[in-house]
């Protein structure tokens, strides 16, 4: 009996215990629901009011374009009437003259008379448009508007999901790379990469390559365009696509904007080791090279362009051949077109490598590098580059890229994971 009156005692106060507990639970349920629903509400709120926000951009851009086109559609059509009532005045008197009798001087006389002082009648007044179809820039405008609230969209998504400052994770980075060595590397490039927001975005669209390490013999390279550098007639599209526009952009004033030439530089330095990169030539004439990060680039459009001065190189191609520039110099390299072009950068060796690349084979195209057996050759290209070109390599570098013709356009990467490899082997 003692013991079976212990065990009830003992039932009866763990029957407390899980009624307190159980009265703790229900209390969390509800403060879970609570806070739920109340977040939900929040939410809800913040969406109507971001979908009011999109709303009335709209509304405003629309009623932007018709402003515009109303403004300028009654000076255009009043002066396409004007045209039309002179021709067919002109088209009138000219038949009335043609048929006047030749033999009724009189009446030809007058007739000839009226054709002329038509003739000389005051032309309309030319078109006064302060602005040639400005309202053809809103496409930029909501297309700026569109990546810019895709990329927060999906940068915030990455945060709810918990994968860190970058939206990333360690075996991402290393896809498709077997070595203990190469992910010690990735390891460490991550350590070293700029923390630039523009580049949280590289790993999910290029998951496989997106790294790179200042070791000797890991080449793959991120590269990401800066839109501060941007000269006012490049367009880009998120991070890897450059264009160069008609109409110039509004980009906001910055130090570092290109205001003479169009051209943009990456984000990212390179002071040693190794670096490849690879770019997609879609359009246009293109330079694609290195500059020193200290360059200037306010300069003269003459002395600004890439290869046009000793503080940058490039490889051009002008629509019918590839062109190496160094220092104002010039090399024609007499090779087919290749759409994609590979830049290999070798502190240590202060040589700069462009390459032709089709179906994972690469086709060396030149090498900007010292060469002493050269000496005495008349080369000017290469004296100048025995001259100067290893001093570039004291400076710490950028990618940089020229969009020489209206409509140029480039694609950055992907890397192919076969010429990081042959690169690698080296």
């Known amino acids: 009996q003692a013991q079976q009156g212990k065990f009830l005692s003992d039932v009866e106060n763990e029957l407390e215990e899980l009624t307190v507990t ?24 913040l969406f109507a009011e971001a979908s009011q926000v999109l709303a009335t951009f709209q509304k405003e ?8 086109e109303r403004s300028m559609l009654g000076e255009a059509e009043a002066d396409l009437r004007w045209k039309e009532e002179r021709r067919a005045k002109l088209a009138q008197c000219k038949q009335n003259l043609e048929n006047v009798p030749s033999t009724d001087t009189v009446y030809f006389l007058q007739e000839f008379q009226a054709l002329k002082v038509a003739m000389e009648e005051n032309l309309s007044p030319p078109l006064s448009f302060q602005k040639e179809l400005n309202f053809t820039k809103c496409t930029q405008a909501v297309g700026a508007m569109k990546d810019v609230l895709s990329t927060a969209c999906k940068n915030q998504w990455n945060h709810l999901q918990g994968k860190g400052i970058d939206g990333l994770n360690c075996q991402d980075m290393e896809e498709g790379d077997s070595s203990s060595q190469d992910r010690q590397s990735s390891s460490r490039g991550r350590l070293w990469a700029p923390k630039h927001a523009r580049l949280r975005e590289i790993s999910s669209q290029f998951p496989l390559r997106a790294h790179f390490s200042l070791s000797p013999h890991t080449v793959a390279f991120i590269i990401d365009l800066d839109s ?15 264009k160069r526009v008609l109409c110039p952009i509004p980009y906001p004033e910055s130090p570092i904007r290109f205001v003479n030439c169009e051209q943009v530089l990456g984000l990212n330095l390179m002071n040693r080791g190794n670096y490849y990169w690879e770019v997609e030539l879609i359009d246009g004439w293109v330079s694609i090279g290195v500059i020193a990060e200290d360059f200037d680039p306010h300069e003269a459009y003459n002395h600004g362009r890439l290869g046009r001065n000793d503080r940058s190189c490039c490889l051009q191609w002008n629509g019918q051949n590839y062109v190496a520039w160094f220092g104002g110099f010039e090399c024609t390299i007499q090779q087919p077109f290749f759409q994609t072009i590979g830049v290999f950068l070798e502190y240590s060796e202060k040589a700069l490598t462009f390459y032709g690349v089709k179906d994972s084979k690469m086709t060396c195209l030149q090498q ?3 060469s002493p057996s050269a000496k005495g050759k008349v080369d000017p290209f290469q004296n100048k580059i025995n001259r100067q070109f290893a001093s570039l390599f004291s400076c710490k570098l950028k990618p940089a890229f020229f969009l020489e013709s209206v409509d140029a356009h480039l694609q950055i990467g992907p890397l192919k994971k076969d010429c990081v490899s042959v690169l690698k082997r080296r």
């Not at 851009?61 to 515009?68: A, H, S, T």
Request: hydrophobic share 45%; charged share 35%.
């Open 22 to 45: 159980i009265a703790q639970a229900k209390k969390m349920v509800e403060l879970i629901k609570g806070a739920a629903m109340k977040e939900r509400e929040r939410v809800e709120k």
């Open 61 to 68: 851009v629309m009623g932007f374009i018709e402003d515009g």
């Open 228 to 242: 501060d550098t941007a000269d006012k007639f490049i367009q880009l599209f998120g991070t890897k696509g450059a």
């Open 368 to 370: 900007l590098k010292v």
